[in-house]
């Protein structure tokens, strides 16, 4: 039996961890975030509202001595960088809230902690591909803070005070949902709405690269990482993630391999300034030997990321059969 | 007129700092420490006794408004692994908490920050040099705690509410005064004590490489981190300083060049397991390439490192005169 606590359930990759957690693993269960997370079918789950950051909010959930414990809550990008405060108060001082009532805990507790971080502790410039050993310089103020949850991450773990390990999540593609304000929506934009039937807009030329896995790539990464023997990581607990590297030309191409060209079509080009100076400053394309190594599976291809899409979100069979997992 | 404010002046390169802007810069010093730093001959400066991290106590320290603050407070890097909280509250918390003081200021208040970090950010396993885009993975507490300053210095100078430079410290070699318990005390003690007639002891092989730089060479990258032009930092705002690397042989060779025999032949080997483990893990030698390109400069030669403690230090003359600085 595992007693597992997922912080931030009520995100997107936290309700298909949660998902997950059903089909798979889970007796034990809770469920946290600010706002009530709603458990999948088959999941028994307490379900708790509380803002992490606020006095005692922290020790109140790791006081079962959950065994995992999932830290995917986060103020995101766009807010972190429009509210300093905020950002710093969920995404630092939550953090290392999190982590201090779980060392002041004591008596031998030293639960498994699997913790979300992102390709935004890189900033440009950049090699051509980001290896494992390549300098965390973030250029927003979300990804100063995920280097910071980084550090304060390994620095526990070497201490013995818990067994952490960090997942550098790609950038999901493609996000479920509502376009949202975010730079990045873009990306998941040109596939989601001309699938709905929808014109997209693309503010950036098709030669942009960027780095993406699969919303059903991300949870497995996290399943993974709740069952790696963390032995193998040594001092250096923050894995970068394999991802595909794809051109936004090549998601457009496999858009047309994927559901024809009557649906690629309805992708419009209005170039934004903007976006694509902040696009500019994000990383390309990465070498993640650690993670591959470590067993991280990538999804297998941008086409095999828009069926991920079809299947798990359109509910429908895709018009070819996925290709087995590498 | 500069109003120039020094946080952590007590201490040993805060004490050369101080004797540094006596002779070439201050008008109007304010010297803090936990405890009274003593102002050198020649310095107007003003003495104040506070704990960082206690509340308020970065607010009055700013009150001033002065131009230029140079951060060398913190708990040592032996101390701060005893002393995990203390470590944190004085090292984090109490950076932080002189950041948001300086933010919290506003109206337009946007001070030069010079802020001593450490070769402590990185950790084992290194290249043969390490360069300035390699990843920062600390294996102390305190490298840790380095590594998080940084990266809000970087954060901080990025938003605008202060003009940060971090400098990354070889270790300091020669370190005058009374031998210390710090794993890395035989580095300095194998030049100082033969040079004050006593015997040293060496607890590690003659092979093992290491990266130094005088307190004066020291007290030099502050002085020209306050005056550089921060434009041509870009959003990487923390710089390895360059250094010599030598290894122990080659530090004793010195010494005997420099000293003689008689003084070469009070150094005796009594391996130590513990200290052999620990320096292990510490960097040997840097590719500093951008600190050298913005025009910091390290110490000439070993040689130049123990001349320079005969002169500061033993108030000798050396005994041949020192090269001119490249």
Same mark, same amino acid.
């Given at each position: ?24 693993? @889970? ?21 708790? !509202? ?7 909010? @922290?020790?109140?959930?790791? +006081? ?17 960088? @429009? ?37 935004? !502790? ?51 593609? !493609? ?6 304000? +975010? ?17 997209? !807009? ?22 993974? +990482? ?8 040594? @001092? ?91």
């Amino acid at each position: 039996m595992t007693r597992i606590l997922v912080i931030g359930a009520a995100g997107m990759i936290g309700r298909k961890l949660s998902e997950r957690l059903a089909k798979e693993a @889970a007796s034990e269960v809770i469920l946290h975030d600010v706002v009530a997370a709603k458990p999948p079918a088959g999941l028994k789950a307490r379900v708790v !509202v509380a803002d992490l950051s606020a006095p005692g909010a @922290a020790a109140k959930l790791v +006081a079962g001595r959950p065994e995992v414990i999932f830290h995917l809550a986060a103020i995101v990008s766009g807010e972190a960088e @429009a509210d300093f405060e905020k950002g710093y108060r969920i995404n630092l001082d939550g953090t290392r809230l999190l982590f201090e009532a779980i060392r002041k805990t004591g008596d031998g507790y030293r639960p498994r902690l699997v913790f979300t971080s992102s390709i935004a !502790v890189f900033g440009a410039p950049f090699p051509e591909a980001i290896d494992d050993e390549y300098l965390n310089a973030p250029l927003t103020s979300y990804g100063t803070q995920k280097a910071i949850g980084e550090l304060l991450l390994s620095d526990y773990s070497r201490r013995g005070f818990l067994d952490g390990i960090g997942i550098r999540l790609p950038t999901i593609c !493609v996000r479920p949902g509502k376009p949202n304000l +975010a730079a990045s929506g873009f990306f998941s934009g040109i596939i989601r709405e001309p699938l709905a039937g929808e014109e997209a !807009v693309l503010p950036v030329p098709r030669s942009v690269r960027h780095w993406f896995a699969s919303p059903r790539a991300a949870t497995g990464f996290l399943m993974h +990482a709740m069952r790696i023997d963390t032995a193998k990581l040594g @001092a250096r607990r923050n894995l970068t993630m394999p991802g595909i590297s794809a051109t936004v030309g090549e998601q457009i191409e496999a858009l047309r391999r994927v559901a024809g060209d009557e649906v690629a079509q309805r992708i419009r080009e209005a170039p934004d300034a903007t976006i694509q100076r902040i696009v500019a400053g994000w990383p390309q394309n990465f070498a993640p030997q650690r993670a591959l190594a470590l067993g991280f599976r990538a999804d297998a291809s941008f086409e095999e990321i828009i069926r991920i899409h079809i299947e798990d979100e359109l509910g429908q069979r895709t018009l070819r059969p996925r290709p087995d997992r590498a």
